[in-house]
């Protein structure tokens, strides 16, 4: 079971996106039913089964100016745009905890990975800086390293919808063919 951790500045617009987005596709999967705009399907096979087995996904911030706070109203309103309910989930912080825990630690920007100096410790950060370990950027997975739109600072929440479901729709897909 593949436990997925998306992480932002403050844990109230991308990451929650981030999380909301990947269960759904997640469910999709599950349920059967595809997803026109992720392109997969889940066939009725063993192979399948596995590829659909259970995810566990969360989000959390590096920093702790949000801890509390619900999803910020315009990422919600999106959110619910497309059919996706957010409601209960507050910011927290990632902790040393979620590193040991989560399998991927997927950041939003650049400036998440610097943060997570004041998470981890210096060896852990230094080796995860250098690449190859659990933590990576959302976009990484698409083959177009570059951050996600930060819709706190541009208010374009449509931009950010699009680079989380590009992010998830790649990294979904990596990971049911077992590329990751």
């Known amino acids: 079971m593949p436990k997925i951790l998306f992480v932002c500045h403050g844990n109230i617009c991308r990451s929650p996106m981030a999380e909301f ?3 759904k596709m997640v469910a999709e999967l599950q349920d059967g039913a595809g997803n026109d705009a992720a392109g997969l399907e889940c066939a009725e096979s063993r192979a399948a089964e596995k590829n659909c087995a259970d995810f566990e996904i969360a989000s959390a911030a590096t ?3 949000e801890i509390g706070n619900p999803v910020y109203p315009p990422a919600r309103r999106m959110l619910e745009r497309h059919g996706i309910d957010c409601r209960g989930k507050t910011a927290r912080q990632m902790t040393l905890r979620d590193y040991e825990y989560y399998d ?3 950041l939003m920007d650049r400036n998440n990975l610097r ?3 004041w998470i981890l410790p210096p060896a852990i950060y230094e080796r ?3 690449g190859g370990g ?3 950027l959302l976009m990484d997975w698409t083959g177009n390293s570059r951050d996600v739109a930060d819709p706190w600072y541009t208010g374009d929440f449509e931009a950010t919808w699009n680079d989380v479901n590009e992010g ?3 990294m979904l897909t990596s990971l049911r063919n077992g590329q990751a």
């Open 134 to 136: 659990k933590v990576s």
């Open 168 to 170: 998830c729709r790649a």
């Open 63 to 65: 920093s702790t100016e």
């Open 115 to 117: 943060n997570l100096r």
């Open 128 to 130: 995860e800086c250098a």
């Open 104 to 106: 991927y630690i997927v």
């Open 21 to 23: 987005v990947m269960k």
